[in-house]
């Protein structure tokens, strides 16, 4: 497996703000995934984090909204801009490994008011 | 396209109690079966997985049996723990047609376990 970390643990913001959340695994991956957990529901992926070029954008999502940046191989953040209250999730990081099994960082929980 | 259908919850169970969650699933190819388990406040933990049909994965007392004739991956326990209770989710692993790698979830069980 892979020891990943998430920065911050959690954050309450204010609308209209924008917060970089980091995500840090212990080894070089290839693929890293970015995905949002609204309140009492199941996981949906917004991107794929690509090192070297532009993130692949789920439907729904749009760089815009949710920048990603993978500058090397163990490391990746997410930027939620403009804010507001739809916006409070949890955001979790992950990465493939053993070309088919991901493996989840401990999350993000965002509460926008 | 991929899917993934468990049973609704909440589930809720004495202690020693015998668990099972349903998960049955629609993909193309050869898909790779997960659970994964979120206990309150955490993120995702892969609790097991099968990668081919009669593949049996287990962990902490848990199985499951990837069955492609059913396309079942029911989650068993004999005998659950006050610990377990969690959100457990079902998920698969494959390729679009398009290429693209993804993983597809279930809605999630909440399982409560109470003394």
């Known amino acids: 497996s892979a020891v990943i970390s998430q920065k911050p643990s959690r954050d309450i913001c204010q609308r209209g703000t924008s917060l970089t959340i980091q995500c840090q695994v212990d080894s070089q991956v290839t693929m890293m995934f970015w995905y949002r957990q609204q309140p009492g529901q ?13 993130a692949t954008y789920e439907s ?8 990603i940046s993978r500058p090397n191989l163990t490391f990746s953040t997410l930027t939620v801009s403009n804010m507001s209250p739809e916006d409070s999730s949890i ?3 992950s990465v493939l490994l053993h070309t088919d099994t991901q493996y989840f960082g401990p999350g993000t929980r965002l509460t926008v008011l | 396209g991929n899917s993934v259908t468990q049973m609704e919850g ?6 020693e109690a015998f668990l099972t969650i349903n998960c049955t699933y629609t993909a193309t190819g050869y898909p790779s079966l997960f659970w994964y388990v979120q ?8 609790l097991l997985k099968a990668t081919k049909a009669d593949d049996k994965g287990s962990n902490k007392g848990f199985e499951a049996t990837y069955r492609k004739e059913t396309t079942s ?19 698969l692993s494959g390729y679009s047609g398009a290429g693209s790698y993804q993983l597809t979830f279930g809605k999630g069980t909440k399982l409560s376990v109470i003394p």
């Open chain 1, 42 to 54: 199941s996981l949906t992926l917004i991107a794929t984090a690509n090192q070297g070029s532009e």
């Open chain 1, 60 to 67: 729904g999502f749009v760089i815009d909204k949710f920048p």
């Open chain 2, 10 to 15: 909440p589930v809720t169970l004495s202690e």
């Open chain 2, 73 to 91: 991956f029911h989650l068993e326990k004999g005998s659950v723990q006050v610990s377990d209770s969690a959100v457990y989710f079902c998920a």
């Open chain 1, 91 to 93: 955001y979790l990081c």
């Open chain 2, 39 to 46: 206990y309150p406040g955490e993120g995702l933990q892969l």
